[in-house]
């Protein structure tokens, strides 16, 4: 079984031999939850591509102290994969993040796609966006990620037009496409952008703004929002070496 695993905010300096203090929630978490005890082994990442492997030392209600026996920094491959969400109702959207995490997406941006149900404003805004961050970092940590995803602000249908003018491939996931999500030449580096619209569907001056952009289907069947890139971006990435096996090395 593999070792538990715990965010930090840093271990760039950090090498076999060093004490690292864990606190606050992170702690508490591994202590009060997880149940963690001194002489028990755990990895810490900084979810930036470092991850050090230790022994707990010592606990106390919102502290641990990790003894470092090694230390790796992992290689972030390419092609990077954004998922532009449009806002689900409800708890789909965390379900939305949550699994997308696991799958392997580097960026998450929520959408304020026209027909979304769900609206964020002010405080709202502000709450929505923190559960995101903390749903991608818990499920990054279950994982077993070294890269956590980006999770962005709420963004606006031309910021999303904007990122799609970048992108070495965007993809605009549509039930009414011709062509499929198969079908698609990849990139072997850079950067891929895939659109889920929301429930009501993306509406025509979306798909106006997009223009240029590849619309796909997954197949004939139709998903949810808070599925269908869950499903497109594992289809994408089955076909790169993302699924293979990851650089890693010491130091």
């Known amino acids: ?95 939305a993040v949550e699994v997308l995490t696991e799958v392997g997406a580097d960026r998450i941006v929520p959408w304020a796609a026209a027909r979304s149900v769900a609206v964020w404003r002010g405080e709202r805004a502000t709450k929505s966006h923190a559960k995101w961050v903390a749903t991608a970092r818990e499920a990054a940590k279950q994982a077993r990620r070294t890269w956590f995803p980006v999770v962005d602000p709420l963004a606006s249908t031309p910021e999303v037009a904007a990122l799609l003018a970048e992108a070495d491939l965007a993809v605009v996931l549509h039930e009414d496409a011709a062509a499929t999500v198969a079908a698609l030449e990849l990139p072997l580096e850079g950067r891929v952008v895939v659109v889920v619209g929301p429930e009501g569907g993306i509406a025509p001056e979306e798909l106006e703004a997009f223009a240029g952009v590849v619309p796909v289907r997954l197949g004939s069947e139709v998903l949810r929002t808070s599925t269908a890139g869950v499903v497109a971006l594992g289809a994408l990435m089955s076909r790169t070496s993302r699924w293979g096996a990851g650089a890693t090395t010491a130091g």
């Open 1 to 95: 079984m593999s070792l538990p695993v715990h965010w930090v905010p840093t271990l760039v300096d950090v090498r076999p031999g060093d004490t690292v203090e864990v606190t606050g929630d992170e702690a508490h978490h591994a202590v009060a939850v997880r149940r963690l005890r001194a002489g028990e082994r755990l990895v810490l990442t900084d979810g930036a591509g470092l991850r050090v492997t230790g022994e707990v030392t010592a606990t106390g209600k919102r502290s641990l102290a990790v003894r470092v026996e090694d230390r790796q920094s992992v290689a972030r491959t390419g092609p990077w994969f954004t998922v532009v969400q449009a806002l689900p109702k409800g708890e789909r959207g965390e379900l």
